[in-house]
């Protein structure tokens, strides 16, 4: 029998905005959701970001994204090892 654990991290998804282009040095908020295994969201886990590539996008602790080149970049958000 394996039981779940209700306050486990079960997946972490990027609620807005999904997509968005920007010019060099504009910046847009991302926000993210965490649940748990019923889909329930989950209050007071750390949430941490991160950008495929620093050249071309940066992310800060709390979303924030400033475009810094040209070219196509993925910002992802984790918690406890689950990422979006």
């Known amino acids: 029998t394996i039981v779940a654990d209700a306050g486990a991290v079960a997946s972490v998804t990027i609620e807005t905005p999904l997509s968005t282009s920007l010019n060099l040095l504009e910046e847009v908020q991302l926000s993210a959701k ?28 709390t979303g924030l994204v400033k475009a810094l080149a040209n070219g196509v970049v993925e910002i992802h958000a984790k918690s406890e090892g689950v990422k979006s």
């Open 34 to 61: 965490i649940r748990n295994i019923d889909g329930e969201i989950i209050e007071g886990k750390v949430l941490e970001w991160f950008t495929e590539n620093q050249a071309i996008a940066t992310v800060s602790s």
